[in-house]
């Protein structure tokens, strides 16, 4: 059997404490660059022993950022082969997650959802392994797809780097299976498309992803998104789609405990079980709760605070969107924020080469809560990325992070800051990536900018955008048909509604035509257009649009689809008939909305909702109830969207408003002033709520003083 060379294996974890109880085999086989936990990571040289006959040679990662992958990094034998499955004979080269204990990993314990794995690969060629962190995605991946093609190449990229030399491999095997363990972090720019994808007709493709990341590319996310046609969202959205998905539940079963417990002479499996219902066997035996512990009570003073800083900056650049390992040289530079807000001296730190090596230590004979990657940085432990209770990424890590990163990497930033509507950092990081040259980052870029509060040059830079692509693709091409979609939009949101009712009934002909007629583009730009008619001032017209709208919405997407709610709120906002009706069926929508199963109360669709209640109340006169239904609304869409979103300036806007109806024109005038001076460096020169703001204001004012 081959000896694998472990070039940056993605979570080869713990192996510093699994080689010191496996101790040397027969025949030294080099070791090269496996993952390494404690004082190995910072560096030992080029120390050589052999482990079952796959071995790693240790090197220090660099002092500097993380340095370009090369199209190397691939994992092959020592030889540089690329190896069968059959000679994969532990399930950490394959990416899992290494148990606490001896170094043989725990027997394999059947899975309720691997019959449905073992039925989808004899269906499909591309099969998709989804759950959370630790929910043993990979394990149960590895042990089916050995047993199914022994004989494949095993092919895996070890970074996205590496994902081109990976497809080139697998496309001239006969046999083979391209291995995307994480695949978010095959995503994105450079990352895996579909013509790759479609290139790849003879080869098996075996993914796993993590459900937070998957949860990304739902039709609930889809809603978030001003106009729902962003590009890069959409591409990888309809890539995930191929795929044949098979969702792994983190809590086992009775049968799958039951099946564990024929195994509890396994000090691990044993204790694994004993833990009860409140965690998975498999993310005990990984030791993610014991990890995320750890983390948390080393911010005790004099224990190690200054390690649980450097944890918890790798931690949000995850968050953020970083996709590629942290070098020393910024993990030293963006922790000292943390450890400043927690009480910095006061909490007697430990030396920082101490506390990288606490931070990278293999906690229960597993893993570190930092991995480090030698010849590209470290990167924080999955599971502590996806524990509950993280406040939203502090503005120091993102003004510290951005500056270092590569273009490609501010993309995915990007991305990541526009959906959830941290509108500012979108702009700043798709700039970056625009400058840089990341292909499609264009677009993007202008929605992030109309979104933020400057619709006149977000739709000044999307007509140059469609004429580009109309000249380049032809005027009816898909890409085309986006540019000119947010186009439209942003017309409509600078107030010239009437101009973008016009440009979208053109684009709907076209869109129905290319597309077709129940297409989501299709039928985003219908609301749109009945959006834009009904703002413009034929509402009449545009409930009779919305009508027809919503009952092929209902066919084509379900009841509980998030855009079926946004176009059922339309037409009651449009429907001619009485308020109190209104009223009454708004209370409803909000209700489905807030309840379990629903959209949730945070989403902007809900709010939204919320909104137009408001609005309402402030129509009949009910002021006192209008001004407390925007006051609670502006503090639950900062909490949300941040104090500069311009969701937060309207709401505070109308909050004015219905303080006035009211008589209290000191109130207003504080509210007015306070959201003038947060919008007025962030919305364009006369955006059409600076003017009703500072309008308002100046009523406000005369009454004060009247």
Same mark, same amino acid.
């Given at each position: ?9 993605? %979570? ?8 010191? *109880? ?30 079952? !006959? ?9 002092? =500097? /950022? ?51 794995? #073992? ?13 959370? *962190?630790?929910? !043993? ?13 022994? %004989? ?41 498309? &579909? ?40 591409? =990888?959205?309809?890539? +995930? ?22 195994? #509890? ?8 079980? /004993? ?94 809560? $930092? ?53 500012? %950092? ?13 292909? !499609?980052?264009? +677009? ?8 933020? !509060? ?68 299709? $039928? ?19 409930? &009779?649009?919305?009508?027809? +709208? $919503? ?18 709120? *339309? ?17 409803? +929508? ?17 709010? &939204? ?86 309008? $308002? ?10």
């Amino acid at each position: 059997m081959s000896a694998l060379l472990l070039r940056g294996s993605g %979570r080869a974890r713990g192996w510093a404490g699994y080689l010191g *109880s496996a101790g040397l085999g027969a025949g030294a086989v080099a070791l090269a660059a496996v993952w390494t936990s404690g004082p190995w990571a910072a560096g030992i040289g080029a120390a050589v022993t052999t482990l079952s !006959g796959l071995a790693a040679e240790r090197t220090r990662p660099p002092a =500097q /950022g993380p340095r370009s992958a090369g199209a190397g990094e691939v994992l092959r034998t020592t030889a540089g082969r690329i190896p069968l499955l059959r000679h994969v004979d532990r399930p950490e080269l394959a990416g899992a997650h290494p148990a606490e204990g001896p170094a043989s990993p725990p027997a394999y314990i059947r899975r309720d959802a691997e019959p449905e794995l #073992r039925a989808a690969l004899e269906q499909s060629r591309f099969v998709l392994v989804v759950g959370e *962190s630790a929910a !043993g995605k990979t394990r149960l991946a590895y042990e089916v797809a050995r047993s199914r093609c022994p %004989r494949h190449a095993f092919v895996r990229p070890l970074t996205r780097a590496g994902l081109p030399e990976a497809v080139r491999i697998a496309g001239r095997r006969r046999r083979a299976v391209l291995w995307l363990d994480d695949l978010e972090d095959h995503l994105g720019a450079g990352g895996l498309d &579909a013509a790759q994808l479609a290139a790849l007709h003879k080869v098996v493709v075996i993914a796993t992803m993590r459900d937070q990341e998957y949860r990304r590319y739902d039709a609930r996310e889809e809603s978030r998104l001003t106009g729902s046609d962003r590009d890069a969202w959409r591409a =990888q959205r309809d890539l +995930l789609h191929q795929a044949a998905v098979i969702r792994l539940p983190r809590h086992w079963s009775a049968s799958g405990r039951g099946r564990a417990a024929a195994h #509890r002479d396994d000090p691990r499996i044993g204790a694994a079980l /004993g833990a009860g219902g409140r965690f998975g066997v498999a993310e005990v035996l990984a030791a993610g709760p014991q990890l995320l512990a750890a983390w948390e009570n080393a911010w005790a003073p004099g224990a190690n605070p200054r390690g649980a800083a450097v944890v918890a900056a790798a931690v949000d650049c995850r968050r953020a969107g970083l996709r590629r390992p942290l070098s020393r040289a910024w993990l030293r530079e963006l922790h000292a924020p943390y450890l400043a807000a927690r009480g910095g001296g006061v909490l007697q730190p430990e030396p920082f080469a101490e506390a990288m090596d606490w931070a990278c230590a293999a906690a229960y004979a597993t893993s570190g809560l $930092l991995l480090a990657n030698p010849g590209a940085g470290f990167t924080a432990f999955d599971y502590l990325v996806n524990a509950p209770g993280h406040t939203p990424v502090p503005d120091h890590l993102w003004r510290g992070l951005l500056p270092l990163v590569e273009p490609a990497d501010a993309y995915d930033m990007g991305l990541v800051a526009h959906q959830e509507g941290r509108l500012a %950092r979108a702009v700043e990081a798709l700039a970056l990536a625009s400058r840089g040259g990341v292909p !499609g980052a264009e +677009l993007p870029l202008a929605i992030a900018v109309g979104d933020s !509060g400057k619709p006149r040059r977000a739709a000044a830079d999307l007509a140059g955008i469609a004429r580009r692509r109309a000249g380049r693709l032809g005027p009816r091409h898909p890409d085309t048909l986006a540019a000119r979609h947010q186009l439209a939009f942003f017309v409509g949101e600078y107030g010239n509604h009437r101009a973008a009712a016009a440009r979208f009934a053109e684009l709907l002909a076209d869109v129905r035509e290319v597309l077709g007629p129940d297409h989501p583009d299709t $039928l985003a730009a219908r609301h749109q257009l009945a959006y834009s008619t009904g703002e413009g001032g034929d509402r009449r017209a545009a409930a &009779a649009q919305l009508e027809g +709208l $919503l009952a092929d919405r209902l066919r084509v997407q379900g009841a509980g689809h998030p855009q079926v709610l946004a176009t059922r709120r *339309s037409l009651i906002w449009f429907r001619p008939g009485e308020p109190a009706v209104a009223e009454a069926e708004l209370r409803h +929508l909000l209700a489905e909305a807030e309840a379990a199963g629903g959209i949730g109360p945070d989403d902007p669709h809900t709010l &939204a909702v919320r909104g137009s209640l408001a609005a309402l109340a402030a129509r009949a006169g009910r002021t006192a109830e209008a001004a407390g239904a925007w006051a609670e609304l502006t503090a639950d869409r900062t909490r949300v969207l941040g104090a500069d979103h311009p969701h937060v300036f309207y709401s505070r806007l109308e909050w004015a408003r219905a303080l006035l109806a009211r008589d209290r024109a000191p109130e207003a005038a504080a509210v007015l002033a306070d959201a003038l001076a947060r919008a007025e460096p962030v919305l364009e020169p006369g955006h059409r709520h600076l003017r009703a703001a500072r309008d $308002l204001l100046t009523r406000a004012v005369g009454s004060g003083t009247a």
